[in-house]
């Protein structure tokens, strides 16, 4: 089912999500907002860390299936977003951002949610052999391109790897590495991960 994570997957995908949360400290002091949350995975994760973590999601579908697995989520996204500026420490966006038509205008207007010094972590996929088997991917994400983008959004890059690196406490971010695992035509895991913090406002 599209959008729903099983079995070895969905283990990684925890694995990863907690190592998230305990790398950058969060805690129930936390203010955080899972920026298409999906089905919810991250929000289900933050449970055991206290977290006071919001939802939002412009599928009604995604917001179907988090109300099935019990969690409350609102509908819409950064053009309508029912939340105060400088609310959050962190907000995530976990596979959203290469779905997007304008990704600039996305984080730049997601950077006024954020608290000074706040976090902005994302992933992406990179031009794998299967990233067009989505109809609704617009464009892939590379090392490089996340540093452009950052800084057209007026972020400082924080830390840049792939995840499954980062799964294995290992901080790779060499171009030569997804150009490699996209060699082979079964996806390895040559998703990006990018944490950046809000600086100065874009000129």
């Not at 298409?36 to 995975?41: A, R």
């Not at 991250?42 to 973590?53: R, S, Y």
Request: aromatic residues 14%.
């Amino acid at each position: 089912m599209y959008l729903m994570n099983k079995g070895l997957l969905y283990k990684l995908r925890t694995i990863y999500f907690k190592k998230i949360l305990k790398k950058y400290k969060l805690n129930e002091k936390t203010g955080m907002l899972d920026y298409g949350c999906g089905p919810c995975d991250m929000v289900i994760c933050t449970k055991d860390f206290g977290i006071d973590i919001c939802g939002i999601d412009l599928s009604e579908y995604s917001v179907h299936l988090a109300t099935e697995r019990g969690v409350n989520v609102i509908q819409g996204d950064y053009n309508n977003m029912p939340y105060e500026k400088n609310s959050f420490d962190v907000i995530f966006l976990q596979s959203i951002i290469e779905h997007m038509f304008n990704p600039v205008e996305a984080l730049i207007t997601l950077r006024n949610y954020l608290k000074s010094n706040g976090l902005l972590i994302i992933s992406a996929p990179t031009p794998s052999s299967d990233f067009w088997d989505d109809p609704t991917h617009i464009r892939p994400y590379t090392p490089k391109s996340f540093k452009y983008l950052s800084q057209l959004a007026g972020f400082t890059i924080v830390q840049i790897s792939y995840v499954f690196s980062f799964i294995l406490g290992l901080n790779l971010k060499a171009a030569w590495i997804y150009k490699f695992l996209n060699m082979f035509p079964f996806p390895l895991g040559s998703k990006i991960f990018c944490v950046l913090k809000k600086t100065i406002p874009p000129e």
